[in-house]
């Protein structure tokens, strides 16, 4: 049932993203932006930049610290490698490292398409630049990245303590970083709420998936047996 759950949820959580990024798209666009850049609900954004303002320390710390997520997409990455390296195939390596490989792509593929096709930008200019800002890499990355270190830990790490660690590790840092891009002012509000949503969406379906193999390699063992 739990990997229903799964289904069905991460699947209302990219249709919610899909509606959200949509009303953005088209409800109180103004131009609120530097180089007269537009954003949708723009009342609501102008207010809660206002009332955050510009941390740009904040904003150079939160970017090193995400690197934290990037080395945990590197350590799985190697822990794949190694388990191809050994079992000499690398249709061997557990296949929920090798569905990791494939969400881990995805979410690099969601980046690189609002990359290339943005909803709006940044809401001040970063070194001169006007950026693309939606959704928050940042928060995206880290959202989708963190929670997937925890079920990780959760399959493979033997002590309870240890698990329990890693757990609030995770769910400290991921409101750090969403806490601490949303107060920096480097992104309008709305860009933290889509990338909160997408990145959730996506977790939720890698996890349907991860339960999924779960149950196909029970059957095949049970088969054998």
């Known amino acids: 049932m ?5 289904l069905k949820a991460g699947v ?17 666009v103004q131009a609120a932006g530097p180089n007269g850049s537009e954003v949708g609900f723009a009342a609501f954004n102008m207010w809660f930049h206002h009332l955050t303002g510009v941390h740009l320390a904040l904003y150079t710390l939160t970017d090193w610290v995400e690197l934290l997520a990037i080395g945990v997409c590197a350590a799985f990455g190697v822990l794949g490698a190694v388990q191809a390296v ?7 390596v557990d296949r929920d490292i090798i569905l990791l490989g494939v969400y881990y792509l995805l979410v690099i593929l969601f980046f690189l398409f609002f990359e290339l096709f943005p909803v709006n930008y940044r809401p001040v200019l970063i070194e001169g630049v006007l950026e693309a800002s939606y959704p928050s890499s940042t928060t995206l990355l880290v959202l989708s990245v963190m929670p997937t270190l925890r079920l ?3 399959r493979r790490v033997k002590s309870p303590r240890l698990r329990k660690a890693v757990g609030w590790f995770v769910l400290l840092f991921s409101l ?7 107060v920096s002012g ?9 990338a909160v949503l997408l990145s959730r969406g996506l977790f939720l379906l890698y996890r349907h998936w991860v339960r999924l193999a779960d149950q196909n390699r029970d059957v095949v063992r049970d088969a054998k047996g």
């Open 2 to 6: 739990g990997e229903k759950r799964d």
């Open 176 to 182: 750090f970083m969403v806490a601490g891009r949303l």
């Open 12 to 28: 209302g959580f990219l249709l919610a993203f899909l509606l959200w990024t949509i009303l953005i798209s088209r409800i109180d």
């Open 152 to 154: 990780q830990s959760d």
């Open 186 to 194: 480097v992104h309008w509000a709305t860009d933290i709420i889509g």
């Open 86 to 92: 050994q079992r000499r195939s690398l249709l061997r």
